[in-house]
């Protein structure tokens, strides 16, 4: 079976839908055909400041929804990343392989950056990316499922593992990127110019899963379409009808052309006030599952440590190898 690997910061504590649509349901589907690994990056999320009582929590909350959104441990290796050494022992190494200005290309760590204030922004989200080219690489793994806005992340692993096995001899497997087209990038429902983010969008424009479902679809219903009343796929032209098709064919498996059709002449009103039901759908059962697994910690914190064991003995054998071709003398 093809490994794929892939992780979700703790920070946000609740997913918004774009991470739902554009990562994680990917890897509930894939962890049927692949041996798939997938963790909590708490090691990201502190490349910017975090309350470490509230970390704690975000990083079981984080767990807790993706056990919600359908992971399953029997089915893939679900754990914490900071449980796993290996992940800071091999970003080190790929640090002092990757190019100062190679780094300073990086477009997330420059918008992000841009966000903290050139003064505040600290060295850890400069190399962030290169910590994630570890994460990738510790697994060899072949595919990565992630949103459009990773795909230079993965460029980056592809070419730094390119560089190590070129310059010490064939380590590391090149990963590709796993980016379905349809879900690649979802926009925010007020401004759809721009990304789904929690840093960017306003509340309105975002859809927090565990919200009350009340609000969500309040949000789909005011969500920003345009001018005309035909409901028709264009991103380029109509890119907020098109962002409500696609969310709305992917939760549902309806193509979007045959949305298209259903609501031919009816306009928008009709079509929002159906999504905003589907979403309650979507997250009323999310939102119960997700409280589930929050009320009995002590289960999920030995899931997670069974994740991390297994996690563990995959990454140790890389990173080993890793010391090993670089020469680093074994401790005896
Ligand atoms: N709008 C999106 N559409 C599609 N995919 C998305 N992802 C994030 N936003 C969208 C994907 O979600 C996965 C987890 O991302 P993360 O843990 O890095 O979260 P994030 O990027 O911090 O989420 P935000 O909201 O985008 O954060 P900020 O505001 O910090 O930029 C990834 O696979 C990502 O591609």
């Known amino acids: 079976r093809p490994r794929v690997l892939s992780g979700i910061q703790p920070t946000a504590g609740s997913f918004h839908l774009g991470n739902y649509l554009g990562a994680v349901r990917q890897w509930v589907a894939l962890q049927e055909s692949h041996d798939a690994f997938y963790m909590v990056v708490d090691l990201h999320a502190i490349t910017v400041p975090q309350d470490p009582k509230e970390l704690r929590a975000n990083t079981r909350l984080a767990a807790a929804q993706l056990l919600a959104a359908g992971l399953d441990p029997e089915r893939c290796t679900l754990f914490v990343q900071s449980h796993v050494p290996e992940h800071a022992q091999l970003g080190w190494i790929m640090n002092c392989l990757t190019g100062f200005g190679e780094a300073s290309r990086m477009t997330q760590f420059k918008d992000k950056s841009a966000k903290q204030g050139a003064d505040r922004a600290t060295v850890g989200l400069f190399t962030y990316p290169v910590l994630q080219v570890a994460d990738i690489l510790l697994y ?142 979507f997250v009323t059962p999310f939102r119960a599952r997700t409280q589930e697994y929050l009320d009995d910690p002590e289960t999920l914190d030995a899931l997670l440590a069974k994740g991390a064991e297994k996690a563990r003995t995959v990454a140790a054998e890389t990173l080993a190898r890793t010391y090993d071709r670089m020469g680093l003398l074994p401790a005896k």
Do not use: C, W
């Open 140 to 281: 060899q793994a072949d595919q990565v499922p992630v949103g459009e806005d990773q795909r230079q992340h993965i460029e980056l692993t592809r070419d730094l593992a390119e560089r190590f096995n070129g310059r010490f001899g064939e380590t590391f497997t090149i990963p590709a990127p796993y980016i379905i087209r349809e879900t690649a990038k979802i926009f925010d429902l007020q401004d759809p110019a721009i990304k789904m983010s929690k840093s960017a969008s306003t509340p309105k424009g975002l859809v927090n899963l565990l919200d009350d479902p009340k609000v969500t679809a309040k949000k789909v219903r005011s969500a920003v379409t345009d001018t005309d009343t035909v409901i028709r796929f264009d991103a380029e032209k109509k890119p907020g009808i098109s962002n409500l098709l696609g969310i709305y064919s992917t939760l549902t498996g309806t193509a979007v052309t045959d949305l298209e059709q259903k609501y031919e002449g009816k306009g928008y009103g009709a079509l929002k006030t159906d999504l905003a039901e589907v979403m309650v759908e």
